[in-house]
Protein backbone atom coordinates (compact mmCIF):
# COMPACT_ATOMS: atom_id res chain seq x y z
CA UNK A 1 0.00 0.00 0.00
CA UNK A 2 1.37 3.41 -0.75
CA UNK A 3 1.70 6.37 1.80
CA UNK A 4 -0.06 9.45 1.12
CA UNK A 5 2.54 12.48 1.06
CA UNK A 6 0.86 14.92 3.35
CA UNK A 7 2.24 18.57 4.11
CA UNK A 8 2.75 17.35 7.53
CA UNK A 9 4.93 14.82 6.58
CA UNK A 10 6.93 16.55 3.94
CA UNK A 11 7.51 19.17 7.05
CA UNK A 12 8.42 16.87 9.47
CA UNK A 13 10.79 15.09 6.76
CA UNK A 14 12.62 18.71 6.86
CA UNK A 15 12.93 18.93 10.70
CA UNK A 16 16.47 18.47 11.25
CA UNK A 17 17.70 15.76 13.57
CA UNK A 18 20.10 15.46 16.34
CA UNK A 19 22.01 12.71 16.26
CA UNK A 20 23.57 13.14 19.37
CA UNK A 21 22.25 14.89 22.69
CA UNK A 22 24.86 17.90 23.63
CA UNK A 23 25.87 17.91 27.88
CA UNK A 24 23.11 18.47 30.37
CA UNK A 25 23.20 21.24 32.80
CA UNK A 26 20.49 21.94 36.40
CA UNK A 27 20.06 25.34 37.09
CA UNK A 28 18.49 26.12 40.75
CA UNK A 29 17.09 29.57 41.02
CA UNK A 30 16.79 30.98 44.10
CA UNK A 31 15.05 34.28 43.44
CA UNK A 32 15.18 36.14 47.33
CA UNK A 33 18.07 38.75 47.79
CA UNK A 34 18.27 40.80 51.10
CA UNK A 35 17.85 44.50 48.73
CA UNK A 36 16.92 44.74 45.16
CA UNK A 37 20.05 46.17 43.48
CA UNK A 38 18.68 49.69 41.30
CA UNK A 39 20.62 48.11 38.20
CA UNK A 40 19.24 44.40 38.34
CA UNK A 41 16.57 42.98 35.76
CA UNK A 42 16.76 39.53 37.18
CA UNK A 43 13.86 37.66 39.36
CA UNK A 44 15.06 38.64 42.49
CA UNK A 45 12.60 39.73 45.53
CA UNK A 46 13.47 41.90 49.28
CA UNK A 47 12.97 38.97 51.35
CA UNK A 48 12.33 42.68 53.52
CA UNK A 49 9.10 43.35 52.36
CA UNK A 50 6.06 41.90 53.36
CA UNK A 51 4.93 39.89 50.02
CA UNK A 52 8.28 38.11 49.78
CA UNK A 53 9.64 36.44 52.95
CA UNK A 54 11.99 33.43 52.10
CA UNK A 55 9.54 30.01 52.93
CA UNK A 56 12.67 28.19 53.07
CA UNK A 57 11.01 24.98 53.71
CA UNK A 58 8.33 25.23 51.51
CA UNK A 59 10.64 26.45 48.37
CA UNK A 60 12.88 23.84 48.67
CA UNK A 61 10.13 20.94 48.73
CA UNK A 62 8.71 22.74 45.49
CA UNK A 63 12.35 22.13 44.22
CA UNK A 64 12.53 18.98 44.59
CA UNK A 65 8.76 18.30 42.80
CA UNK A 66 10.04 20.34 40.24
CA UNK A 67 12.91 18.39 39.37
CA UNK A 68 10.99 15.06 39.66
CA UNK A 69 8.36 16.79 37.33
CA UNK A 70 10.85 17.42 34.59
CA UNK A 71 12.32 14.03 34.56
CA UNK A 72 10.57 12.49 31.63
CA UNK A 73 12.31 14.99 29.61
CA UNK A 74 16.12 14.04 30.56
CA UNK A 75 15.86 9.93 31.07
CA UNK A 76 18.85 8.44 31.36
CA UNK A 77 20.86 12.05 30.78
CA UNK A 78 24.05 12.49 33.36
CA UNK A 79 24.29 16.28 34.69
CA UNK A 80 27.83 17.47 33.99
CA UNK A 81 26.82 20.67 36.24
CA UNK A 82 24.80 22.41 38.93
CA UNK A 83 24.48 26.04 39.79
CA UNK A 84 22.35 27.88 42.34
CA UNK A 85 21.70 31.03 41.30
CA UNK A 86 19.52 33.79 41.95
CA UNK A 87 18.73 36.33 43.97
CA UNK A 88 21.03 35.37 46.52
CA UNK A 89 21.16 31.59 47.06
CA UNK A 90 23.68 31.55 49.68
CA UNK A 91 20.92 32.97 51.86
CA UNK A 92 19.33 29.10 52.34
CA UNK A 93 20.65 27.27 54.93
CA UNK A 94 23.77 24.73 54.44
CA UNK A 95 21.07 22.32 55.57
CA UNK A 96 18.99 23.27 52.90
CA UNK A 97 21.66 23.56 50.49
CA UNK A 98 22.47 19.61 51.46
CA UNK A 99 18.89 18.28 51.24
CA UNK A 100 18.58 19.96 47.75
CA UNK A 101 21.65 18.24 46.38
CA UNK A 102 20.58 14.74 47.87
CA UNK A 103 17.64 14.99 46.23
CA UNK A 104 19.03 15.79 43.09
CA UNK A 105 21.80 12.63 43.44
CA UNK A 106 19.55 10.01 44.16
CA UNK A 107 16.89 11.47 40.68
CA UNK A 108 19.71 11.69 38.20
CA UNK A 109 23.27 10.80 37.33
CA UNK A 110 25.91 13.09 37.93
CA UNK A 111 29.14 13.11 36.59
CA UNK A 112 32.14 12.39 38.55
CA UNK A 113 34.00 15.62 39.94
CA UNK A 114 31.15 17.45 38.28
CA UNK A 115 31.13 21.09 38.95
CA UNK A 116 28.46 22.34 41.88
CA UNK A 117 28.24 26.12 42.10
CA UNK A 118 26.74 28.41 44.40
CA UNK A 119 26.40 32.33 44.12
CA UNK A 120 27.34 34.19 47.45
CA UNK A 121 26.44 37.76 47.62
CA UNK A 122 29.29 38.92 50.59
CA UNK A 123 26.25 40.76 52.88
CA UNK A 124 26.12 36.73 53.88
CA UNK A 125 29.44 35.75 54.66
CA UNK A 126 29.61 33.65 57.73
CA UNK A 127 32.69 30.74 58.08
CA UNK A 128 31.26 27.81 59.62
CA UNK A 129 27.70 28.29 57.29
CA UNK A 130 30.31 28.18 54.01
CA UNK A 131 32.30 25.23 55.39
CA UNK A 132 28.93 23.44 55.64
CA UNK A 133 28.27 24.35 52.05
CA UNK A 134 31.38 22.48 51.00
CA UNK A 135 30.52 19.53 53.03
CA UNK A 136 27.16 19.66 51.56
CA UNK A 137 28.69 18.89 47.95
CA UNK A 138 28.63 22.50 46.72
CA UNK A 139 32.53 22.84 45.10
CA UNK A 140 32.51 26.40 43.37
CA UNK A 141 31.85 29.39 44.83
CA UNK A 142 30.41 32.34 42.51
CA UNK A 143 31.11 36.03 45.05
CA UNK A 144 29.42 39.02 44.11
CA UNK A 145 31.73 41.65 44.72
CA UNK A 146 31.12 44.10 41.90
CA UNK A 147 33.51 46.75 43.36
CA UNK A 148 36.22 47.21 46.03
CA UNK A 149 35.48 50.74 46.44
CA UNK A 150 32.84 51.46 49.33
CA UNK A 151 31.55 55.05 47.13
CA UNK A 152 30.95 52.66 44.02
CA UNK A 153 29.45 49.92 46.20
CA UNK A 154 26.90 52.08 47.50
CA UNK A 155 26.08 54.07 44.04
CA UNK A 156 25.36 50.28 43.20
CA UNK A 157 23.06 49.62 46.17
CA UNK A 158 24.67 47.13 47.78
CA UNK A 159 24.71 45.87 51.29
CA UNK A 160 27.97 45.03 51.80
CA UNK A 161 31.33 47.71 51.95
CA UNK A 162 34.91 46.62 50.58
CA UNK A 163 35.68 45.37 54.11
CA UNK A 164 32.97 42.58 53.72
CA UNK A 165 34.28 42.03 50.49
CA UNK A 166 37.64 41.38 50.80
CA UNK A 167 36.31 39.12 53.84
CA UNK A 168 34.18 37.17 52.35
CA UNK A 169 36.91 35.99 49.52
CA UNK A 170 39.34 35.59 52.28
CA UNK A 171 36.37 33.12 54.06
CA UNK A 172 35.66 31.33 51.22
CA UNK A 173 39.79 30.42 50.31
CA UNK A 174 39.57 28.30 53.17
CA UNK A 175 36.59 26.27 52.26
CA UNK A 176 37.34 26.40 48.17
CA UNK A 177 40.00 26.64 45.56
CA UNK A 178 37.15 26.71 42.78
CA UNK A 179 36.14 30.54 43.30
CA UNK A 180 34.91 33.46 40.84
CA UNK A 181 34.66 37.26 41.78
CA UNK A 182 31.75 39.13 39.84
CA UNK A 183 32.84 42.87 39.14
CA UNK A 184 31.68 45.08 37.12
CA UNK A 185 33.01 48.26 35.99
CA UNK A 186 31.77 51.62 33.88
CA UNK A 187 30.02 52.49 37.54
CA UNK A 188 28.43 55.67 38.05
CA UNK A 189 30.92 58.58 38.44
CA UNK A 190 33.63 55.70 37.47
CA UNK A 191 37.35 56.85 36.14
CA UNK A 192 39.87 54.47 34.75
CA UNK A 193 41.93 54.72 37.93
CA UNK A 194 39.25 53.11 40.31
CA UNK A 195 38.53 50.63 37.23
CA UNK A 196 42.28 49.49 37.68
CA UNK A 197 42.23 49.58 41.52
CA UNK A 198 39.03 47.33 41.93
CA UNK A 199 40.75 44.69 38.78
CA UNK A 200 44.21 44.83 40.14
CA UNK A 201 43.01 43.71 43.82
CA UNK A 202 40.69 40.99 42.42
CA UNK A 203 43.60 39.54 40.29
CA UNK A 204 45.80 39.84 43.53
CA UNK A 205 43.70 37.54 46.16
CA UNK A 206 44.40 34.64 44.52
CA UNK A 207 40.76 33.12 42.98
CA UNK A 208 40.78 31.14 39.54
CA UNK A 209 38.17 32.77 37.94
CA UNK A 210 37.18 36.52 37.86
CA UNK A 211 34.23 38.04 35.68
CA UNK A 212 33.96 41.62 34.59
CA UNK A 213 30.85 42.95 33.47
CA UNK A 214 30.21 45.93 31.86
CA UNK A 215 27.64 47.82 33.18
CA UNK A 216 24.32 48.56 31.24
CA UNK A 217 20.88 50.31 31.73
CA UNK A 218 18.38 47.28 31.41
CA UNK A 219 14.57 47.89 31.04
CA UNK A 220 12.23 47.90 34.61
CA UNK A 221 15.58 48.09 36.86
CA UNK A 222 15.43 51.74 38.74
CA UNK A 223 18.93 52.81 36.88
CA UNK A 224 16.70 52.96 33.26
CA UNK A 225 14.00 55.13 35.16
CA UNK A 226 16.51 57.31 36.75
CA UNK A 227 19.98 57.33 34.80
CA UNK A 228 22.89 58.03 36.35
CA UNK A 229 25.94 59.38 34.59
CA UNK A 230 28.30 56.99 33.45
CA UNK A 231 31.89 56.95 31.53
CA UNK A 232 31.20 57.23 27.84
CA UNK A 233 31.88 54.85 25.40
CA UNK A 234 35.57 56.09 24.81
CA UNK A 235 36.23 55.29 28.85
CA UNK A 236 34.39 52.67 28.75
CA UNK A 237 36.44 50.62 25.90
CA UNK A 238 39.37 51.95 27.91
CA UNK A 239 38.67 50.49 31.30
CA UNK A 240 37.73 47.06 28.84
CA UNK A 241 41.41 47.22 26.89
CA UNK A 242 42.44 47.93 30.63
CA UNK A 243 40.95 44.50 32.17
CA UNK A 244 42.14 42.20 29.80
CA UNK A 245 45.87 43.62 29.88
CA UNK A 246 46.12 43.28 33.79
CA UNK A 247 44.26 39.81 33.57
CA UNK A 248 46.59 38.65 31.34
CA UNK A 249 49.70 40.28 33.13
CA UNK A 250 47.87 38.25 36.22
CA UNK A 251 48.22 34.61 33.79
CA UNK A 252 43.86 34.75 33.57
CA UNK A 253 43.09 33.80 30.21
CA UNK A 254 39.96 36.03 28.52
CA UNK A 255 37.97 32.76 27.33
CA UNK A 256 34.70 34.44 27.03
CA UNK A 257 33.39 38.08 26.44
CA UNK A 258 33.15 38.73 30.21
CA UNK A 259 34.91 35.97 31.95
CA UNK A 260 39.17 35.38 32.85
CA UNK A 261 40.33 32.05 33.96
CA UNK A 262 43.25 31.20 35.27
CA UNK A 263 44.78 28.17 32.89
CA UNK A 264 42.01 25.19 32.87
CA UNK A 265 40.19 27.12 35.41
CA UNK A 266 37.25 27.80 33.20
CA UNK A 267 33.83 27.77 34.24
CA UNK A 268 32.29 24.61 33.50
CA UNK A 269 28.69 25.60 33.80
CA UNK A 270 28.74 28.71 31.12
CA UNK A 271 30.82 26.89 28.80
CA UNK A 272 27.92 24.43 28.04
CA UNK A 273 25.99 28.08 27.82
CA UNK A 274 28.10 29.00 25.58
CA UNK A 275 28.56 25.67 22.98
CA UNK A 276 24.48 25.71 23.07
CA UNK A 277 24.43 22.86 25.49
CA UNK A 278 21.39 21.78 27.59
CA UNK A 279 19.89 23.03 30.93
CA UNK A 280 17.31 22.49 33.12
CA UNK A 281 16.21 24.94 35.10
CA UNK A 282 14.35 24.45 38.15
CA UNK A 283 12.50 27.18 40.53
CA UNK A 284 10.66 30.68 39.93
CA UNK A 285 11.24 32.11 36.74
CA UNK A 286 13.68 29.60 35.69
CA UNK A 287 14.38 28.89 31.79
CA UNK A 288 15.22 25.38 30.53
CA UNK A 289 16.68 24.00 27.06
CA UNK A 290 16.56 20.81 26.52
CA UNK A 291 16.89 18.92 23.51
CA UNK A 292 15.49 15.49 21.98
CA UNK A 293 16.60 13.75 18.68
CA UNK A 294 13.94 15.67 17.01
CA UNK A 295 13.18 18.92 18.55
CA UNK A 296 14.31 21.57 20.73
CA UNK A 297 12.38 23.19 23.27
CA UNK A 298 12.79 25.99 25.64
CA UNK A 299 10.71 26.71 29.01
CA UNK A 300 10.13 29.45 31.71
CA UNK A 301 8.77 28.45 35.24
CA UNK A 302 6.10 31.10 36.60
CA UNK A 303 8.22 33.86 37.53
CA UNK A 304 6.18 35.24 40.59
CA UNK A 305 7.41 32.89 44.04
CA UNK A 306 4.16 32.70 45.55
CA UNK A 307 2.68 31.50 41.85
CA UNK A 308 5.39 29.25 41.70
CA UNK A 309 4.76 27.58 45.01
CA UNK A 310 1.29 27.43 44.09
CA UNK A 311 1.31 25.99 40.65
CA UNK A 312 3.33 23.29 42.00
CA UNK A 313 2.30 22.38 45.76
CA UNK A 314 -0.07 19.53 45.91
CA UNK A 315 -0.38 19.05 41.79
CA UNK A 316 0.11 16.13 40.23
CA UNK A 317 3.62 15.58 39.71
CA UNK A 318 3.62 14.20 36.21
CA UNK A 319 1.23 17.63 35.24
CA UNK A 320 4.23 20.30 35.03
CA UNK A 321 1.58 23.09 36.11
CA UNK A 322 4.83 24.98 36.77
CA UNK A 323 5.73 25.48 33.31
CA UNK A 324 4.17 28.99 32.21
CA UNK A 325 5.44 28.79 28.39
CA UNK A 326 6.74 26.18 26.46
CA UNK A 327 8.02 26.86 22.75
CA UNK A 328 10.20 24.74 20.00
CA UNK A 329 13.01 26.53 18.60
CA UNK A 330 12.89 26.60 14.88
CA UNK A 331 15.28 25.73 12.30
CA UNK A 332 16.02 29.63 11.45
CA UNK A 333 16.32 30.60 15.21
CA UNK A 334 18.61 27.44 15.95
CA UNK A 335 21.63 28.80 13.91
CA UNK A 336 21.02 31.95 15.19
CA UNK A 337 20.85 31.26 18.92
CA UNK A 338 23.97 28.93 18.62
CA UNK A 339 26.00 32.00 17.22
CA UNK A 340 25.03 33.94 19.12
CA UNK A 341 26.63 32.45 22.24
CA UNK A 342 29.52 30.67 20.59
CA UNK A 343 30.39 33.59 19.33
CA UNK A 344 31.33 34.99 22.94
CA UNK A 345 33.94 32.57 23.10
CA UNK A 346 37.70 33.95 22.52
CA UNK A 347 38.76 30.83 20.38
CA UNK A 348 35.01 30.52 18.66
CA UNK A 349 33.96 26.85 18.13
CA UNK A 350 34.90 23.88 16.17
CA UNK A 351 33.00 23.31 12.60
CA UNK A 352 31.34 20.26 13.57
CA UNK A 353 29.86 21.26 16.68
CA UNK A 354 27.33 23.96 14.67
CA UNK A 355 25.64 20.41 13.31
CA UNK A 356 25.92 18.30 15.98
CA UNK A 357 24.15 21.33 18.38
CA UNK A 358 21.80 22.77 16.41
CA UNK A 359 20.63 19.58 13.85
CA UNK A 360 21.83 21.94 10.75
CA UNK A 361 24.68 21.58 8.42
CA UNK A 362 27.23 24.46 8.21
CA UNK A 363 25.64 25.53 4.73
CA UNK A 364 22.40 26.38 6.39
CA UNK A 365 24.51 29.67 7.53
CA UNK A 366 26.99 30.09 4.58
CA UNK A 367 26.09 33.36 3.51
CA UNK A 368 25.85 34.63 6.56
CA UNK A 369 29.30 33.36 7.57
CA UNK A 370 30.59 34.77 4.27
CA UNK A 371 29.49 38.39 5.03
CA UNK A 372 30.76 38.32 8.57
CA UNK A 373 34.40 36.59 6.96
CA UNK A 374 34.34 39.81 3.97
CA UNK A 375 34.01 42.87 7.14
CA UNK A 376 36.46 41.03 9.09
CA UNK A 377 34.77 40.14 12.10
CA UNK A 378 35.50 36.34 11.83
CA UNK A 379 37.77 33.51 10.37
CA UNK A 380 37.55 30.11 9.76
CA UNK A 381 38.79 27.19 7.88
CA UNK A 382 37.62 23.23 7.71
CA UNK A 383 37.92 22.67 11.47
CA UNK A 384 37.01 25.95 13.06
CA UNK A 385 35.00 29.26 13.26
CA UNK A 386 36.56 31.92 15.51
CA UNK A 387 35.64 35.59 16.10
CA UNK A 388 38.80 38.21 15.41
CA UNK A 389 39.51 40.94 18.08
CA UNK A 390 37.63 43.42 15.73
CA UNK A 391 34.44 40.93 15.98
CA UNK A 392 34.81 40.61 20.02
CA UNK A 393 34.95 44.38 20.31
CA UNK A 394 31.67 44.83 17.65
CA UNK A 395 30.00 42.02 18.64
CA UNK A 396 26.96 42.92 18.08
CA UNK A 397 27.78 43.78 14.45
CA UNK A 398 28.69 40.21 14.38
CA UNK A 399 25.79 38.64 15.85
CA UNK A 400 23.16 41.32 13.91
CA UNK A 401 24.46 39.66 10.53
CA UNK A 402 23.04 35.68 12.26
CA UNK A 403 19.79 37.61 13.18
CA UNK A 404 16.76 36.32 11.16
CA UNK A 405 14.93 39.50 10.14
CA UNK A 406 11.94 38.56 7.97
CA UNK A 407 9.69 35.56 7.27
CA UNK A 408 11.56 35.25 3.80
CA UNK A 409 14.94 35.02 5.40
CA UNK A 410 14.11 31.97 7.23
CA UNK A 411 12.40 30.44 3.87
CA UNK A 412 15.66 30.95 2.18
CA UNK A 413 17.57 28.95 4.26
CA UNK A 414 15.29 26.18 5.11
Not at 288 to 306: G, L
Request: hydrophobic fraction near 40%.
Amino acid sequence: MSTIITPALILGSQSPKLTALPPLSLYIHIPWCLKKCPYCDFNSHEIRTADHQLPEDEYVAALIRDLESALPNIWGRQLSTIFFGGGTPSLLSAASVDKILTAVRMLLPLEHFAEVTLEANPGTFEAQKFADYHAAGINRLSIGIQSFNDEKLKALGRVHDADEARRAVDIALKSFDNINLDLMYALPGQNLEQAQADIELACSLGVNHLSAYHLTLEPNTLFHRYPPTLPDDELSAAMQEMIEQITAQHHYQNYETSAFAQPKQESQHNLNYWLFGDYLGIGAGAHSKISFSDKIVRQMRYKQPKEYLAKISGADVHTNPQIQTQHEVNRADRGFEFMMNALRLTDGFATEMFQERTGLPITAIQRRLDEAEQHELLVRDHQRITPTLMGRRFLNDLLQIFLPQTNQDKEKEK
